[in-house]
C-alpha cells in the first residue's frame, strides 16, 4: 500500500497493529466467560439482572428446543425481536445447534418483512407475540413453519411493582394456541441447563444481517462465526487498559442491526462485561436507564444524542461514571458535540464500518487524538485504502477523496443468493463500501459522502453532507438532509429538507442567505422545504434515500 499504514503511529499504547486472533466462536466465548465470570451479570433488562451462568444455562435449554422443533445445521432462524434477552438467548442457541441466525428489523412493515424472510429461507421464527398477527399474516408467502413467540415481560424483575411505565401497557397478554406456535418461556422450560454439544464452525455461515435495502432491496450479509469473532477481538485491542476489567455498556443499538449484534451482545459476552439492554431507545427512557444503572459506556448515533440533549433531565445529570461516548451511522453535528462537551465533559470517540465488515473498520484511537470530522482510524488486521471513483483501480494519495475500500477478517463471505451484487462490491478481497472519504497525514479517514448521493450540477459534483452540516450549525435547525433534485438548466440542483427547533421560525429565503455565506454558490440549496421529521432507520440514521424516494412521487404527482 502506498500510505504504508500511517494510521499505526497514531494508535494508543498498547493497541498492536496485528491481533493474533483466537479461533474461538462466540458460542465457545460465552461457554468461556461462563466458566470464568459464572456470578457476573451479563445482560440487564429492565431491572432484571442475568449473569454468565443463566445465560448459560438458558442458551443450553433453547439449543435443546430448536433441535427438537427440527432445526438442523445450516438452517436459517429467523429473529424478530428488539433488545430482550430472548434475543440473545435464541442467537447464541442456534449457533450452538449450527444455525444461521437471520436478523430482521420488528418496525418494518408486511411487504418488507415478506421479502426478507423468504430471501432469508428461514424455516423457523422467533418473534414478538405482538407481532404475531402480522406473521401469521405473511407466513404462507414465506418457508417459516414454526414460530416462538416472547414476551417483553418473560424476564422482568418480580415482583412486577416498580416497572417502567412503557412496559405495564403490553404485560400479561396471552396468544391464542396455533398449530406450529410455541411460547418461549413454555418452550424453555421443559429442557434441562447442563451442558450441548457445539455445533458452531469457525468458518461456517453463522448470521444473515440485512443491509436494509440503502441501495435498493434489502441483502443478506453472509456473517462466519470467523467474522463474527473477529471483529470482537479486534475492537477489544482497541481498549488494552480496559482488559481484565468489568464494564457495563449502555445497549441502545438494536441487536438486528450490526452495530448492536456486535457490541450490545458479543462485545460483553466475549470480555465477560455487561450490558444494559434499551428495548426502545427513546430519550427519556435512556435517561431513566442512565441514572438507574450508571453503564460506563454510552453509544449512539447522531439523532440518540440530539434528543438526549434536548431532554433538561439529561443536561443537568452527572454523568462522570461514562468513561466513553461512542457515534457511529452518521458524523456528529458540531453544535452536539459542543454542548456534550461543555455539559459533561463528553469525548465522543467515532466508530465507522458496515454491515458487510461485520460493523467495524474504523475507529478513534482509544485515549488517542480525538479529530473531529473523521472517524479515527482503521482497527488492528484491518486495510483501507482510497480508490478512483470512475474505475476502483487506481489507489490515490494522502488528501484525495475517493472511494473507501475495506480489507480484514471482519468482511463478509458475500451477499446471500446474490453472486452478482457481491462481485461487484467485493474485488480481491477488498470491499468497496459506496462511500467517499480521504486520509490525513496521521492516517485519519475523512467521509466526504456517499458515492450514490452525489449530486452533480452544471458539471460540478456536489457532497450533500457537506450542505448538511452546515445546515446543522444554524442555531434554529434541528435536523437537515440535502438531496439532488432535477433541474432543467442545471440537470441537478440542491434541495435541503429541514427539522427546526421546537419553538422555533425560519424560512427559505433566511436559510438560503445564511448558506451563500458560507458555501460556494453552486452548493447553496435553491429549494428548501420544512418537515416535522426526517425519515430514520431503525438506530436513527437520517435516510437520504427514502426522502429523494419521497421527493420524487411528489414531482411525478404534480406532474
Not at 428488539?82 to 444455525?99: E, F, T
Not at 464452525?201 to 443491509?211: E, K, S
Not at 434536548?310 to 459542543?338: C, H, I, Q, W
Request: net charge positive; hydrophobic share 40%; charged share 25%.
Amino acid at each position: 500500500m502506498s500510505f504504508e499504514r500511517l494510521w499505526h503511529k497514531s494508535y494508543a499504547a498498547g493497541v498492536p497493529k496485528e491481533i493474533s486472533i483466537e479461533k474461538v466462536t462466540m458460542a465457545e466465548g460465552l461457554r468461556r466467560s461462563a466458566k470464568l465470570y459464572p456470578d457476573r451479570v451479563a445482560f440487564i433488562y429492565m431491572g432484571r439482572k442475568i449473569t454468565f451462568r443463566e445465560l448459560e444455562g438458558l442458551v443450553n435449554r433453547f439449543t435443546r428446543a430448536l433441535t427438537d422443533l427440527g432445526v438442523k445445521r445450516g438452517d436459517k432462524v429467523g429473529m424478530l425481536l428488539p433488545n430482550i434477552p430472548q434475543a440473545i438467548i435464541a442467537d447464541h442457541a442456534a449457533y450452538r445447534a449450527g444455525a444461521v441466525t437471520a436478523m430482521n428489523n420488528p418496525l418494518y412493515s408486511e411487504r418488507e418483512l415478506t421479502y426478507q424472510l423468504d430471501d432469508s429461507d428461514a424455516v423457523i421464527l422467533i418473534t414478538l407475540d405482538l407481532l404475531l398477527p402480522r406473521v401469521l399474516k405473511i407466513k404462507g408467502s414465506t418457508k417459516i413453519k414454526t414460530i416462538v413467540t416472547c414476551h417483553i415481560s418473560d424476564y422482568l424483575p418480580f415482583p412486577k411493582k416498580q416497572l417502567f411505565p412503557y412496559v405495564k401497557k403490553a404485560m400479561y397478554r396471552k396468544i391464542d394456541p396455533q398449530p406450529d406456535v410455541y411460547e418461549f418461556l413454555d418452550l424453555i422450560g421443559r429442557y434441562p441447563d447442563s451442558p450441548v454439544e457445539d455445533k458452531s464452525g469457525w468458518d461456517d455461515l453463522a448470521a444473515l444481517i440485512y443491509t436494509g435495502g440503502t441501495t435498493g432491496v434489502s441483502k443478506g450479509a453472509m456473517l462466519t462465526h470467523a467474522n463474527i469473532s473477529t471483529v470482537v477481538q479486534q475492537f477489544t485491542a482497541w481498549f488494552p487498559d480496559l482488559k481484565g476489567t468489568y464494564q457495563n455498556l449502555m445497549g441502545i443499538y438494536p441487536l438486528f442491526h450490526s452495530a448492536g449484534y456486535s457490541v450490545s451482545q458479543n462485545l460483553p459476552i466475549w470480555n465477560g462485561w455487561c450490558c444494559t439492554l434499551v428495548p426502545k431507545p427513546e430519550p427519556g427512557t435512556i435517561v431513566d436507564m442512565l441514572g438507574k444503572f450508571k453503564p460506563t459506556f454510552l453509544p449512539g448515533v447522531p439523532t440518540i444524542y440530539s434528543g438526549l440533549l434536548m431532554n433538561e433531565k439529561f443536561r443537568k445529570m452527572d454523568l462522570s461514571f461514562v468513561k466513553g461516548y461512542f457515534a457511529g451511522a452518521a458524523p456528529l453535528p458540531k453544535d452536539t458535540l459542543s454542548q456534550l462537551k461543555q455539559l459533561h465533559g463528553a469525548i465522543i470517540y467515532d466508530v465507522y464500518g458496515a454491515t458487510e465488515n461485520t460493523a467495524f473498520a474504523t475507529a478513534t484511537p482509544w485515549g488517542g487524538k480525538v479529530k473531529i470530522g473523521t472517524v479515527g482510524v482503521p482497527l488492528p488486521s484491518t486495510d483501507v485504502k482510497i480508490v478512483d471513483v470512475e474505475t476502483g483501480e487506481r489507489e490515490l494519495p494522502r488528501g484525495e477523496a475517493g472511494e473507501i475500500c475495506i480489507k480484514g477478517p471482519q468482511v463478509m463471505k458475500g451477499y446471500y443468493k446474490k453472486p452478482e451484487e457481491t462481485a461487484q462490491v467485493i474485488r480481491d478481497g477488498w470491499f468497496y463500501i459506496g462511500d467517499i472519504g480521504y486520509f490525513d497525514e496521521d492516517g485519519y479517514l475523512a467521509i466526504s459522502d456517499r458515492k450514490k448521493d452525489l449530486i452533480i450540477a452544471s458539471g460540478f459534483n456536489i457532497y450533500p453532507k457537506e450542505i448538511d452540516e452546515v445546515l446543522f450549525d444554524h442555531p434554529k435547525v434541528l435536523e437537515a438532509c440535502c438531496i439532488g433534485v432535477p433541474d432543467s438548466y442545471r440537470g441537478e440542483t440542491v434541495k435541503a429538507y429541514i427539522v427546526t427547533k421546537p419553538g422555533e421560525k425560519l424560512t427559505a429565503e433566511e436559510l438560503i442567505s445564511y448558506c451563500k455565506a458560507k458555501l460556494t454558490a453552486y452548493k447553496v440549496p435553491t429549494e428548501v422545504e420544512f418537515i416535522s421529521e426526517l425519515p430514520k432507520s431503525a438506530i436513527g440514521k437520517i435516510l437520504r434515500r427514502e426522502l429523494r424516494d419521497m421527493d420524487r412521487k411528489k414531482r411525478e404527482a404534480i406532474s
